[in-house]
């Protein structure tokens, strides 16, 4: 019995160890997003701030119709509604990057606790090897017995 029990906990430390690893590329894949959105903000910024110069450098000594003018004024609000976007794409990241870090505790939890339970499962076997190993030894001795030759003893 304690050999099936030993088998289910050596399964289990096995699916924990796989969901360690799980957890741990998707924590490395959440830390990339995290990076890439940030890269990606990054070079937003530095384009939308060239670009805002580039389009102020146009306009300037032109005569504008009040159309154009609130044309170009919401061409300007849209860099900035799509840095918006960007900074809570990168909010969203690290919001799952903690998710992953809270998902790869757990399983980090899971895999010591199923390692400790087959560890104790290993040793409880390892016992109860040892107590069969004596048994069947004292089996076979108590046979050896049965077979001895015993001395006449003398009537008299």
């Known amino acids: 019995m304690i050999f099936k029990l030993q088998q289910i906990k050596i399964i289990r430390e096995q699916k924990a160890s796989a969901e360690l690893a799980k957890a741990k590329q998707q924590k490395l894949e959440a830390e990339q997003k995290l990076a890439e959105c940030r890269e990606e903000l990054e070079q937003y910024m530095l384009w939308q701030q060239e670009e805002i110069k580039r389009r102020y450098q146009e306009i300037i000594g032109t005569k504008m119709q009040m159309n154009e003018l609130s044309d170009f004024n919401h061409e300007i609000s849209s860099y900035k509604i799509r840095q918006l976007e960007l900074e809570q794409n990168i909010e969203q990241a690290q919001q799952a990057l903690e998710h992953r870090n809270s998902a790869l505790a757990q399983a980090d939890l899971a895999y010591s606790d199923a390692q400790k339970q087959c560890q104790k499962y290993s040793e409880l076997t390892r016992v109860e ?10 089996l076979e001795d108590q046979a050896l017995d049965d077979f001895k030759v015993q001395p006449p003893v003398a009537i008299g």
């Open 129 to 138: 090897s040892a107590k069969q190993q004596q048994l069947a030894n004292l």
